[in-house]
């Protein structure tokens, strides 16, 4: 399960002007190949994945709303729901004991190599939320797109994974703040503008 950080903007923008300026801030606009996403959106709106690495764990966007949220989903409820879905599959136990393992190898190596980031001091491949503030600032003020929507969503499999949009909310630039940021809800389409 990883965070991803969607960009929505619309017909009117200058996509290759917006790319520079979101690059200089280590983000992207690759187009975002989700189906059942692109026909919740507006006409004219397209979707775009902002990740400058492989995922936005960490993002600060949401970060309030994520912990204020409904309780975590305990591991081993999580790994339960896993071994009944392989075990639909076809799957043998050993097969299904094997996966889990490896999974869970591959947690304990990424949270022992963001630690080993963070005690470091290198920067992880996500903004922090004055980066996102300035970047977003930039993008309206540069009169490239009367605005720009962001939404995050945690995917649980891959990013064509279809998940329903909660709405649609509007954010006037000047009223952002790190907590405004932090209390971005997920699955909802913050439309900023200036």
């Not at 397209?46 to 990740?51: C, E, I, K």
């Not at 896993?82 to 299904?96: P, V, Y």
């Not at 891959?158 to 940021?181: H, I, K, N, T």
């Amino acid at each position: 399960m990883c965070t991803f950080i969607t960009a929505i903007l619309p017909v009117e923008a200058d996509r290759a002007a917006l790319e520079t300026c979101l690059h200089a801030h280590r983000l992207r606009l690759r187009p975002q190949a989700n189906p059942g996403l692109a026909r919740q959106l507006q006409a004219g709106d397209t979707a775009f994945l902002t990740t400058w690495g492989h995922c936005d764990c960490g993002t600060p966007l949401g970060l309030a709303s994520d912990r204020a949220g409904t309780s975590p989903v305990r591991p081993e409820d999580r790994a339960a729901a896993e071994a009944r879905t392989l075990r639909r599959k076809g799957w043998s136990e050993a097969k299904i004991a094997r996966a889990l393992a490896q999974r869970d190898d591959a947690h304990v190596r990424d949270a022992r190599a963001e630690a080993d980031r963070a005690a470091s001091g290198e920067g992880a491949d996500t903004l922090c939320a004055d980066a996102w503030l300035q970047c977003l600032r930039e993008v309206l003020a540069s009169g490239d797109t009367p605005w720009i929507g962001l939404l995050h969503h945690v995917y649980d499999g891959g990013l064509d994974r279809e998940f329903a949009l909660q709405g649609r909310e509007r954010w006037p630039v000047a009223a952002l703040d790190a907590d405004a940021l932090a209390h971005m809800r997920a699955d909802i389409v913050h439309v900023i503008a200036r």
